[in-house]
């Protein structure tokens, strides 16, 4: 049996082989996109969750609508229970489309703002990561400076 192949020392020695890297950085950037992805799966989940449960009730009105249509009528009414039937049929469907929509809507516009905190977030931790970097740089550049006077 293959074992698989664990990459956690190969990143701590890979990560270990740049001394100027800051580990809490990239934790923290880690730990970001973790969080980010958690929200975004909770929008398309709920999405979609409320998409399958307008589906469901679209399903269960037409078979409704459908157990009319199929019983046993005089001869002069099959006419006007298909035309009934084709009615309340388009008329869900105008009904169930919007909803459709809407749920669309929804997600999209939490999407945007997700997205859009997202990059604010991003900016903000980039911003702090290359401020700690160029202080580490010239205190580094000060010691060496020192060193060789």
Partial sequence: MAKTQD???VMKDMMNAFPMMDQGAFKDVFKTQAQFGEKMSKLVLEAAEQSTE???AWTKETISRMSYVS????????TRAMTDFASGSSEAAAEKMAAF???AKK???ETVELM???GQDFQKEASTAVTKAADQA???????????S
């Fill in 101 to 103: 929509a809407e749920i």
């Fill in 71 to 78: 019983g046993a009528k005089e001869p002069a009414d099959y």
């Fill in 107 to 109: 997600l999209q516009s």
């Fill in 138 to 148: 010239t205190s580094t550049a000060k010691k060496a400076a020192a060193a060789t």
């Fill in 116 to 118: 859009t905190a997202a």
């Fill in 7 to 9: 990459y956690t020392n």
């Fill in 54 to 56: 307008l589906s469901n």
